[in-house]
């Protein structure tokens, strides 16, 4: 009887993979490109509104944002989920921010941009660090709970 571990039992060899490490899946890859593209989407939007009503707009613009990523990540439950219209939005927002050969700009003033970029930057990071919620009715795993 050496060793101690004769009753222990064995872990499942059968583990489905996670992550980086799981097979690519179609669907889920277009799903996520579908996000970009909605991230896109939201980013030109916002700049339309952050521009025409200043304040309002600015945080009508940044909550319209907040729940793209959000969204994403609670459907998926990856952090993914919240990148990838975060990509959209940011590709979109710095290919407004071009301007034409004119020198016109979509934004109307600097403290407007200022604030539609730090904050929708800041959202998207909040939003894919943000930790799972519980699922309902999940065990605890403390007696008497």
Excluded: H
Aim: a positive charge.
């Amino acid at each position: 009887m050496s060793g101690g571990k004769q009753g222990a039992p064995r872990p499942s060899r059968d583990v489905a993979a996670t992550g980086l490490a799981a097979p690519l899946n179609p669907g889920r890859i277009a799903a996520y490109a579908g996000l970009a593209v909605l991230g896109a989407l939201v980013g030109i939007a916002g700049t339309l509104v952050q521009a025409a009503w200043f304040p309002a707009g600015l945080l009508l613009a940044l909550a319209a944002a907040a729940g793209l990523f959000y969204g994403g990540r609670l459907v998926f439950g990856t952090q993914l989920g919240a990148l990838a219209p975060a990509a959209g939005w940011l590709i979109s927002v710095v290919v407004l921010l071009g301007g034409r050969p004119e020198g016109d700009y979509v934004f109307g003033d600097e403290l407007g941009l200022t604030l539609f970029m730090l904050g929708g930057m800041a959202v998207a990071v909040i939003c894919a660090t943000v930790s799972r919620a519980p699922r309902q009715g999940a065990d605890s795993g403390r007696p008497g709970k």
